[in-house]
Structure formats: structure tokens, C-alpha cells
Nanobody, 125 residues
């Protein structure tokens, strides 16, 4: 499985941004996908994840209510819609995927087998 993330950029606080992650290389009925982020000097942090077909999603407390993870099956793409962005959301965002992942494992980076390159999101105050 290959993942290609895009959509990052420089925005102001309060703005919105949508990240995309295109998946290729195999069928995806049993995949779980997630977004993680890493700010300078900090550890990688779970942002949001979902199981591909069931639609069950999970969010970090820091983004719940502002971010939404979704997918377009026809385009094999996972999105992260980010609203009401804050300077503390500044980070490199990466998408990840894993087969047959249980819901409780969604936030765990080591659960994922496939990673895309990161896309930088910078939120100015």
C-alpha cells in the first residue's frame, strides 16, 4: 500500500484546511486509516482515525469537534477536514494505514504498517 498526502499550507488562526491522502496498491475493504502529526521537538501525536468500511471514527481530545476524518471510496482517498485551526495545530501531518485494525488500536502509531510522507500545516496567530 502506498499513501500520498497533500493539502498542507500556511493559514491563519480560525481558518480551515483539508488534507488528502490517496491510497493505492491493494484493495481497502479491511483497512483502517489515520492521521498523525508531529510538531518540532514533540512526539508523534494521534489526530484522527477511522475504519475504512464501518465508518467508526476516533479523535484526539485536542481536535474533537474541529476536525473530521472521512473517506471517498471511489477515489481511494482519506480526508482530514480541519476547522477553527489554532497555532498549536502547527505540525507535519502524516497519514497511515493498517489492515484489520481494531478500534482500540487506532491511536497507536506502532499499529500501522503503511505511512505516507508528511505535509506541513502552519497556523499563524
Amino acid at each position: 500500500v502506498q499513501l500520498q498526502a497533500s493539502g498542507g499550507g500556511l493559514v491563519q488562526a480560525g481558518d480551515s484546511l483539508t488534507l488528502s491522502c490517496v491510497l493505492s496498491g491493494r484493495t481497502f475493504d479491511d483497512l483502517a486509516t489515520a492521521w498523525f502529526r508531529q510538531a518540532p521537538g514533540k512526539e508523534r501525536e494521534f489526530v484522527a482515525g477511522r475504519r475504512w468500511n464501518s465508518g467508526s471514527s476516533r479523535y484526539a481530545d485536542s481536535v474533537r469537534g474541529r476536525f473530521t476524518i472521512s473517506r471517498d471510496g471511489a477515489r481511494n482517498t482519506v480526508y482530514l477536514q480541519m476547522n477553527s485551526l489554532k497555532p498549536e495545530d502547527t505540525a507535519i501531518y502524516s497519514c497511515a494505514a493498517a489492515p484489520r485494525l481494531i478500534f482500540s488500536s487506532l491511536p497507536v502509531p506502532s499499529s500501522y504498517d503503511y505511512w505516507g510522507q508528511g505535509t506541513q500545516v502552519t497556523v499563524s496567530s
